[in-house]
Nanobody, 118 residues
Framework: QVQLVESGGGLVQAGGSLRLSCAASGIAFSFYAMGWYRQAPGKQRELVAT???????NYADSVKDRFTISRDNAKNTVSLQMNSLKPEDTAVYYC????????????WGQGTQVTVSS
């Protein structure tokens, strides 16, 4: 059974930092591109950052130079270090796994809430 379990969300003041983690099980992790997405109330889910199986990264313009995505294939985890947080970063953050070759094979985590107070 595939599971993606996010952790690390919470309440933080503007300018603060949080580190999200996603632990994957039931998949051949090294064959998956991983990503973080977020969804704010009343808005569509949007891409935050992705990291390929080869560790190439991609970021939304809104988080460049503030967020860093990384992966540990030995531990089957992907992390998102979030610095200089802003109130507009408030959202539920989701972890996504997409198979590198079979692109329709996609899994999502249950999400973790990040709230940034002003």
């Amino acid at each position: 059974q595939v599971q993606l379990v996010e952790s690390g969300g919470g309440l933080v003041q503007a300018g603060g930092s949080l580190r999200l983690s996603c632990a994957a099980s039931g998949i051949a992790f090294s064959f998956y591109a991983m990503g973080w997405y977020r969804q704010a109330p009343g808005k569509q889910r949007e891409l935050v950052a992705t990291i390929s199986s080869g560790s190439s990264t991609n970021y939304a313009d809104s988080v460049k130079d503030r967020f860093t995505i990384s992966r540990d294939n030995a531990k089957n985890t992907v992390s998102l270090q979030m610095n200089s947080l802003k109130p507009e970063d408030t959202a539920v953050y989701y972890c996504k796994a997409q198979h590198t070759h079979f692109l329709t094979t996609v899994y999502w985590g249950q999400g973790t809430q990040v709230t940034v107070s002003s």
